[in-house]
């Protein structure tokens, strides 16, 4: 048993000692973390046993966090550019460092000038999920607010997934995680849980254990498919269709828990005499790809369960139908009472950020005038197109749009632009660091003070530095200190510590925090917020709307996906996340990468042989947007007519000279303006 230490780095340990953190980065299960410390240095990180939920069990990525930490590639001084933009890390020899002073000096002075001649829409700040602290993550809001800089709509992640589950279920909060242990029928719909969820896995194999039965519906057989007992591969797009097939089919085979939807639902009489005669099963199977026989299998089970739990992911919703596909998932266990059932229902994710008043973090009211808003996906056009004004500054911090973002091609256009000022603060020189005139140094979560949500799990938990910060960097809250001083904000907001700011927000009453153990969480444990009591279905009606008639569609219905419209090349391209790495973070650490067993696309092997390639040769993926070499791998965990390329490699390790991301476009999602990551078609040639 290890006993952690109280408090925070003190700077006077000389013998090893554990101190208590958080996992920082973007995944639904927050982990606890003890860290052993060694002459002011990370050595290891382990699973905190105390964690209500990870329960000291960490993932892959993160057991060798310490690696990251103290990477001899972290960025230790601030850099000015002397070489052209974007050679990268190879030509780092392209930057000079400098004192934090004359960086920040720098800065202040290009953005008054840009400011006086274009106005300051003309700047704009880019971030999402590189730290997920709820103060570190938001550092930038107040500080853009207060410039009159244009807003970032932050939608590159799953914004239709909430529009979809909002436009049924309103405001209705998610069972606890472990609720699936109660389930006799649990579905792992479009979740990679293997990579993405490990934790809630426990749960999904104890309801195993109790005699559940698991499905996994995907698009290819992911590594979750080892814990289930069936396997149901659709067509990229078609969950809508098959959701509706299977509602159909309950219909006819009177499977349905009319009680429950005569109390407390909305509009499926609507639904059953309007849409889903149009969804018989031969229909469905064509449009999904899964055999008849499946379908009506599939469906008798549904039916028969007694609380069928649906884990729903969120790739998904990364398409042109996407919000639709999750209305309509969102809308099935209705039909059977699911939601009114211990065990049963779906799942979508959870929010402990509500417990939380974050307009004292963000500061809306800091903005003089609502400013434009750019849509984060579109950064390629926002780049090379946007007017009135041009983007003239970009500052991007905790995010690496050069290969996260969509269409890479069009933002490493933009990036290039000699004309475009941009900053990056960051931890290492990534893609987008290697585009920038100025880079700040950025502190690691063991390095910073934060209080932490889970959009997993129902757990909170406060950190505070375990060790010094390495070299000059600095946390996101302490740069934007120094940039609201140099541009002479006076307002005592900016000139708090993030300690002061978490002080605040904790003593503001919340009904979550009434009756949490304050105790607990200042000693950096995790608490767990009570589940809210289910009182009725948070929807203006009170009932589920399965009818939503403030929907431009009143009735979900199937809308083919961008890529099934255009049918223009034969392969639809899953990004998929790896198991080894989280969106383009963790590819600092060799051996992760290596585990990875380098970039790579999966064909099934009658697609490759079509194409007379095989496995281990090189090959270039292309459709109208890009070009993007990858070493192949044949695979019969992949349908034909589907490649995958899991994880969002570096430039710096690709095998030519673009990543995934230069096959995505920048289209968005029918609903939330979201990314539209897996709603793309490619073909494939050998590489040349
Ligand atoms: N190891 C690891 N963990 C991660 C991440 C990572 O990159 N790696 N990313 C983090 C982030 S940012 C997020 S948002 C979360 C969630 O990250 P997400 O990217 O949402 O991952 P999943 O929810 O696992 O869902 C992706 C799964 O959806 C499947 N899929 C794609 N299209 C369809 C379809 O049309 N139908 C069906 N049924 N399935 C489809 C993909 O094949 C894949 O298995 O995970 C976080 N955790
Ligand atoms: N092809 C494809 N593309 C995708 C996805 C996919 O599945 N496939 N997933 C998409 C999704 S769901 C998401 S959420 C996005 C995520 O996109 P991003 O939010 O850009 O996430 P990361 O790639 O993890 O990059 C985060 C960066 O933040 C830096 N960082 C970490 N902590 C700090 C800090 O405290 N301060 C500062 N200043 N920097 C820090 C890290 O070093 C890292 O380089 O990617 C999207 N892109
Ligand atoms: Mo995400």
Redesign the pocket.
């Known amino acids: 048993m290890v006993h952690p230490a109280q408090g925070a780095y003190t700077g006077r340990e000389h013998s090893a000692i554990i101190r208590r953190s958080v996992c920082?980065?973007?995944c639904p299960d927050a982990c606890g973390l003890l860290v052993e410390v060694e002459g002011g240095r990370a050595v290891r990180a382990s699973g905190d046993p105390e964690h209500p939920f990870t329960r000291g069990f960490l993932c892959p990525k993160m057991r060798h966090y310490e690696r990251t930490v103290h990477s001899p590639q972290r960025l230790t001084t601030p850099l000015v550019r002397t070489g052209p933009k974007g050679s990268g890390p190879k030509g780092s020899g392209n930057f000079r460092p400098v004192s934090w002073e004359e960086a920040i000096g720098l800065i202040a002075g290009r953005w008054r000038q840009i400011i006086e001649r274009h106005g300051a829409e003309a700047i704009l700040p880019y971030s999402?999920?590189?730290?997920m602290g709820l103060i570190?993550r938001n550092a930038g809001h107040p500080f853009f607010h207060r410039l009159g800089a244009s807003r970032l709509e932050r939608t590159?992640?799953?914004p239709a997934k909430k529009a979809g589950w909002k436009a049924v279920m309103g405001n209705t909060r998610a069972p606890h995680p472990d609720e699936v242990m109660r389930s006799d029928l649990v579905i792992l719909w479009g979740i990679n849980a293997a990579a993405t969820s490990i934790h809630f896995l426990r749960g999904v194999r104890e309801a195993k254990k109790r005699g559940a039965k698991v499905w996994l519906i995907d698009t290819y057989r992911t590594p979750t498919a080892a814990v289930a007992d069936e396997i149901f591969l659709v067509r990229p797009g078609s969950d809508g269709a098959l959701t509706l097939g299977l509602m159909h089919l309950l219909a006819r085979d009177g499977r349905l828990d009319e009680n429950f939807l005569k109390e407390r639902v909305q509009g499926f009489e609507e639904l059953r005499q309007r849409i889903l005669p149009d969804y018989p099963p031969e229909k469905v199977s064509a449009l999904t790809g899964l055999p008849v026989t499946a379908l009506e299998a599939m469906a008798a089970a549904y039916g028969a369960a007694r609380a069928p739990f649906i884990r729903l992911g969120?790739g998904l919703s990364r398409y042109g139908n996407g919000a639709m596909t999750v209305r309509t998932i969102a809308s099935l266990p209705a039909l059977v009472g699911a939601y009114g059932k211990p065990g049963g229902g779906c799942f979508c994710g959870t929010s402990t950020s509500a417990a939380f008043a974050l307009s004292e973090v963000t500061r809306e009211d800091f903005m003089a005038r609502p400013t434009r808003l750019v849509n984060m996906n579109l950064l390629g056009q926002a780049l090379t197109k946007l007017e009135g004004p041009p983007v003239h500054a970009l500052y991007v911090?905790?995010?690496?749009?050069a290969?996260?973002?969509p269409d890479q091609n069009a933002v490493l256009r933009g990036l290039e632009r000699e004309d475009l000022f941009t900053v990056v603060?960051?931890?290492?020189l990534?893609d987008t660091a290697s585009y920038a005139d100025v880079v700040l140094p950025?502190?690691?979560?063991l390095e910073?003070s934060d209080l932490y949500n889970s959009y997993g799990t129902y757990c909170i938990q406060r950190a505070r530095p375990v060790i010094p910060l390495v070299g000059q960097s600095k946390?996101?809250w302490d740069t934007f200190a120094l940039l609201a001083k140099a541009m002479g904000f006076t307002e005592p907001f900016f000139s708090q510590s993030a300690d002061d700011l978490i002080d605040r927000l904790l003593a503001i009453p919340s009904p979550w925090l009434e009756h949490i153990n304050t105790a607990l969480l200042a000693d950096g444990r995790t608490v767990e917020l009570p589940v809210p009591a289910a009182e009725g279905f948070g929807t203006p009606s009170g009932r589920i709307e399965i009818l939503n008639t403030a929907e431009s569609e009143p009735l979900p219905r199937y809308i083919p996906s961008y890529a099934a419209q255009e049918d223009l090349l034969p392969l639809r391209l899953m990004?998929?996340?790896s198991l080894f790495s989280?969106?383009?973070?963790f590819y600092e650490q060799t051996d992760l990468r290596k585990r990875q067993g380098g970039m790579r696309l999966l064909l099934h092997p009658e697609e490759a042989k079509i194409r007379a390639l095989s496995g281990g040769q090189m090959v270039t993926a292309f459709n109208s947007l890009g070009e993007v070499n990858f070493l192949l791998e044949t695979s019969e965990r992949v349908p034909p007519g589907v490649a995958v390329a899991e994880g969002?490699w570096w430039l710096e390790h690709a095998p030519g000279l673009r990543t995934?991301?230069a096959l995505?476009s920048q289209r968005l999602t029918d609903r939330g303006g979201g990314?539209t990551?897996y709603d793309n078609a490619i073909d494939v040639r050998p590489a040349s």
């Open positions: 920082p980065y973007d999402y999920a590189g730290t570190q590159i992640c799953s969120s911090y905790h995010s690496n749009p290969v996260v973002a603060h960051e931890r290492f990534t950025a502190a690691s979560s910073t946390s996101n990004t998929a996340p989280l969106n383009s973070t969002v995934v991301n995505t990314s990551f």
